[in-house]
């Protein structure tokens, strides 16, 4: 429960997290944004860390002139491209037999099984749409992966999707994120992005739970 407090309070007040990071680690900051991107993207045990969100404010903060645009969309592509190629390639080496492990703390097979249904119905293009998808899109490039998708096709879509997410969400942030009405309610703006990116999953699980 605890931890789960804690996300909530990540999440809902990650401007003023950041800020701070910003103030205590200066230009490191970068790096540490690069490694929460890899791992979300790229480790399927933390599906949770707050992608859309992080992306927003980053361009938000960076609008505010406390770090470069430029550098932020060039570097977290780079870290979105490559958590999704260690998570494609992690997925081949390891195969069908993960559909076998048991739910755990760190491990949600639901959503392995609702991600590997979605890419079933909508083929490559899934590893650029659910880049827009929480926990969905962190399975997405793992599935790819055991169902041993061409890695020149695969990458294709990765690059396009990671660019296109990444650009997007900084891009966004950037433009409106320090807009009077937007800044006066940041907190309700951010519950609105994690609750509009995570309607999607939400729905699926809900047709998949009456399919039953």
């Not at 927003?56 to 406390?66: P, S, T, Y």
């Not at 639901?110 to 998808?133: D, E, M, N, P, W």
């Amino acid at each position: 429960m605890d931890l789960l407090l804690q996300l909530f309070d990540l999440v809902v007040h990650l401007d003023t997290h950041l800020e701070a990071l910003l103030r205590d680690y200066g230009t490191w900051v970068y790096a540490i944004l690069f490694l929460i991107i890899f791992c979300e993207t790229g480790l399927v045990v933390v599906p949770f860390l707050p992608g859309d969100t992080l992306l927003f404010i980053a361009g938000a903060v960076a609008a505010k002139g406390g770090m470069n645009p430029v550098l932020l969309m060039v570097l977290l592509s780079a870290a979105a491209i490559l958590g999704n190629t260690v998570n494609y390639w992690v997925g081949r080496y390891l195969g069908p037999r993960v559909f076998h492990w048991e739910d755990s703390r760190f491990f949600n097979r639901s959503a392995l099984v609702r991600t590997h249904a979605f890419y079933q119905r909508h083929g490559g293009k899934t590893v650029v749409i659910t880049r827009f998808l929480p926990i969905i899109r962190t399975f997405a490039p793992f599935v790819a992966g055991i169902g041993s998708m061409d890695h020149a096709r695969f990458q294709l879509f990765n690059v396009g999707g990671g660019v296109l997410w990444v650009v997007s969400m900084i891009g966004a942030g950037e433009l409106f994120g320090n807009l009077p009405l937007v800044r006066d309610n940041l907190t309700l703006v951010i519950l609105l992005i994690a609750g509009v990116s995570l309607l999607p999953a939400m729905i699926g699980y809900w047709q998949q739970r009456r399919a039953h």
